[in-house]
């Protein structure tokens, strides 16, 4: 599958997550989307660097300012099982707005044309690192890192397309 | 899938009373009491924890089996996830506050694996506090486990493919003591309690 690009219709898919109550819940991304506009962003594993110290971070923090611009919700997800990514959601105690949200089998992340093989690191099958700004399920968007960097996909990018 | 049901199924008729005065062998696995942990995964490695940058001072380096069991007395549990509810709770616990009591039954080292990246098993195992005591290694891709016949398909809980939760008493790579709960979600036979006086 090649890469997801701008112009492209959003693929459907199933995400995982634990809700405010603690209960695991499994839903569609086009449920997620659909008739909003959000951004979608990948990152190549919990509990890595680049991810826990600038990609995540980034989004967090700007979260008000991408909502003030129209923004309705802002998803992460990565190549992880729900459990993993609760507990790493946890490790952001300021965080209000950023969904985290589990691929674990990586068929979402395959159906985006972003999966990535990491299994010389010891982590397999993941993402790419990535930001897209999606429209009512239309990409308008798509910033994809090359391997593990962190140069396009942040939230400044974003910002500065709104 | 159909053979880990009729595991299941098998490991019905023992009562937890007669798993936990005497090691199970199971006569269809590969894994059995008596049985060679290194020679039934040749060519397997595991992720010991750490941190990213560790691994990549450590340029993604993999730990043989041979390392960790030949010439050692080990204890090695494995579970199906980190960050996972009876894994967190009464698993790891049960092994990192008895880890005096092993030491002094003259353990080794006292080891945790599931299937999961070693990054993640790290993290994990400083939330939980208990790097100091037991020694965390990830079996990323599950090779460990399937080599074993300890893999179990947990897709419908939402974890894909990990392990059984199981316990073992190796010395020199030779099993001594094998548990492994009839369904992962119970923790009968494969805490630390229960393998201290099989030792």
Not at chain 2, 22 to 42: H, Q, T, Y
Request: overall charge neutral; aromatic content about 8%; some cysteine.
């Amino acid at each position: 599958m090649a890469p997801i690009a701008v112009g492209d219709a959003l693929p459907d898919g199933t995400l995982a997550w634990f809700d405010e109550n603690d209960q695991l819940q499994q839903g569609s991304v086009h449920s997620l989307a659909a008739g909003k506009k959000v951004i979608l962003f990948g990152v190549p594993g919990a509990f890595t660097p680049t991810c826990s110290m600038k990609h995540v971070p980034g989004f967090i923090e700007s979260a008000e300012e991408l909502k003030s611009k129209g923004v309705d919700e802002i998803l992460l997800i990565s190549v992880n099982d729900p459990f993993v990514m609760k507990a790493w959601a946890k490790t952001y105690s300021d965080n209000k707005h950023v969904k985290f949200l589990a691929d674990g089998s990586a068929s979402y992340t395959r159906a985006l044309g972003l999966e990535l093989d990491l299994s010389e690191k010891g982590l397999g099958i993941r993402s790419r690192r990535f930001a897209l700004l999606v429209d009512n399920l239309v990409v308008k968007v798509a910033n994809i890192e090359e391997g593990g960097a962190f140069t396009i996909s942040g939230a400044e990018e974003i910002l500065k397309a709104l | 899938m159909a053979s880990v049901l009729l595991r299941a199924k098998r490991a019905g008729g023992f009562s937890s009373a007669m798993a936990a005065t005497a090691a199970i062998s199971r006569a269809f696995a590969s894994l059995s009491v008596g049985s060679d942990i290194i020679s039934a995964a040749p060519n397997v490695a595991l992720q010991k924890a750490r941190t990213w940058d560790e691994g990549i001072a450590s340029k993604f380096s993999t730990t043989p089996l041979k390392d960790i069991f030949q010439g050692k007395k080990v204890v090695i549990f494995g579970l199906p996830g980190a960050y996972t509810g009876v894994c967190s709770a009464q698993h790891v616990p049960s092994y990192r506050n008895n880890i005096e009591k092993f030491k002094s039954k003259g353990i080794d080292s006292v080891i945790c694996v599931a299937v999961n990246d070693p990054y993640v098993m790290n993290g994990w195992a400083e939330k939980l506090q208990a790097k100091e005591a037991i020694e965390f290694y990830g079996d990323f891709d599950g090779s460990f486990h399937k080599s074993l016949e300890l893999d179990l398909d947990l897709s419908a809980g939402l974890l894909g493919h990990r392990s059984q939760r199981w316990s073992a008493y190796v010395v020199d790579g030779k099993i001594k003591v094998l548990n492994v709960e009839k369904v992962p979600s119970e923790f009968k036979v494969s805490g630390g309690e229960v393998i201290l006086d099989q030792i």
